[in-house]
């Protein structure tokens, strides 16, 4: 899809992601357990917004519209309806029409959706939000939550982590289909870390990953799955982040752009979209991410753009497997199976190759707060195309970048592109 009016990216913001093996976190071994508490979703919510209109040089007030990223507020934080909770950020929010948007995983993006086509359809100024905290329970308890992603009646006895065994059996079946190995996949795991040592906003940024750490289950880095099948085919390493955490964008018209005080050089401009859903019970081949390729193939050709025009990406690794999946669906190798020799095997996906990804770390290590993620992406491709990623921006002074965000097994897909200028 195509906006019917110019709609530019003018500010961003993140807070820290956070959770286990973070140092803020605050845990019953954390020196001031008791005395801190953890950020609240609305608090993460109030900060990313206020914290993104600045960044834009523009106040509550000039917000005509918002939308909310969200998956599962009511079961981790017994709160939904957060559009009102959104509200409460500032006092010059009040009255104004605010909503949530879910989607799963890809929540962030469908609200990013919404925004865009509500700068298509006359408004000038409009606020995209996304959060969530997910260390609120145990990991198991954590595990059913997000099944609700899945098809939960005919998948969730898969597994008590039913989300790694859906892409344990994808890993599987892409091992028979192609041979890859255990070593390549690690690959992919290294480059998010490496990436997210860079970024001081990230989750595990303190955390080391080795070639050898991440290529082999161990003490450290166990097989976790109860299902015996799918055990050796994901480790915890292979695995995105429980994290808590909030992000925002502010979306404007050309009207928007001139009230801001900027010009379009200032601005990042999202070119186009596309957005696909499949049936909850699939996928059908596991071996393919057949949505998010759909996803893709319409924001290329409503951008006039091709995969080898893209020069830095944001793409949902939820797992390892996905965002190898991820890239042959998005046309970055030129088709299934082919990832391992026309990227892996050249590292096309670091932050010096032909093609970075995830240059702050992606969902493996950057952090993976469900709501905040497909917004967090729109924001990291702003800041890298106006050069203000630090120590993880890509060289050469790219102009065309793009994001893929995916809702359960890639049931949901976003993809956008976005130019400088």
């Not at 260390?135 to 006895?157: M, P």
């Not at 003490?219 to 995105?240: A, Q, R, V, W």
């Not at 497909?374 to 630090?390: D, H, N, P, S, T």
Request: glycine share 10%; aromatic share 8%; charged share 20%.
């Amino acid at each position: 899809m195509k906006p019917s009016r110019d709609v530019y990216l003018i500010g961003a913001h993140n807070t820290p992601f956070i959770g286990k093996f973070h140092p803020d976190f605050i845990w019953k071994k954390h020196p001031d357990f008791e005395t801190k508490k953890n950020p609240t979703l609305q608090e993460y919510l109030a900060t990313a917004a206020l914290g993104a209109l600045e960044d834009a040089n523009l106040k509550p007030a000039d917000v005509q519209k918002g939308f909310v990223g969200n998956f599962v507020g009511e079961l981790f934080s017994n709160q939904g309806h957060l559009g009102s909770v959104l509200a409460s950020a500032h006092p010059d929010f009040y009255g104004k029409p605010f909503s949530r948007v879910e989607g799963a995983c890809a929540s962030g993006a469908l609200a990013l959706v919404n925004g865009i086509d509500a700068i298509s359809a006359g408004y000038d100024v409009v606020l995209v939000a996304g959060a969530e905290v997910q260390t609120t329970v145990n990991a198991k308890i954590g595990a059913d939550y997000l099944a609700r992603a899945s098809h939960y009646e005919t998948q969730r006895e898969l597994d008590p982590f039913t989300f790694p065994a859906l892409f344990a059996r994808r890993t599987k079946a892409y091992v028979d289909a192609f041979g890859i190995e255990e070593a390549d996949i690690a690959k992919v795991v290294v480059n998010a870390y490496s990436n997210a040592a860079k970024n001081p906003l990230s989750h595990m940024g303190t955390v080391t990953m080795t070639l050898e750490k991440a290529s082999e289950a161990s003490d450290k880095n166990p097989t976790f799955l109860t299902n015996e099948e799918l055990k050796p085919y994901i480790k915890i390493s292979d695995c995105s982040q429980v994290s808590d955490g909030g992000s925002a964008v502010i979306l404007v018209s050309a009207e928007g752009l001139a009230k801001a005080g900027k010009t379009p050089a200032d601005a990042v401009r999202i070119v186009s979209y596309g957005h696909a859903t499949g049936p909850i019970e699939g996928p059908s081949d596991l071996t393919q991410m057949d949505v998010t390729k759909l996803a893709g193939e319409e924001a290329y050709a409503s951008a006039g753009v091709t995969p080898d025009q893209i020069q830095v990406a944001e793409v949902h690794d939820c797992f390892a497997i996905a965002q190898i999946l991820a890239m042959e669906a998005l046309g970055f190798a030129s088709g299934p199976g082919k990832a391992k020799e026309e990227l892996i095997d050249t590292d096309a996906f670091a932050l010096d190759g032909k093609i970075p990804i995830n240059t702050g770390g992606g969902l493996m290590a950057f952090g993976h707060p469900v709501g905040a993620t497909g917004v967090k992406q729109a924001g990291e491709i702003f800041r890298q195309l106006l050069g203000r990623c630090g120590e993880y921006q890509v060289p050469g002074e790219p102009t065309i970048g793009l994001t893929q965000n995916m809702g359960g097994d890639d049931r949901t897909a976003v993809v956008t592109i976005l130019k400088r200028g």
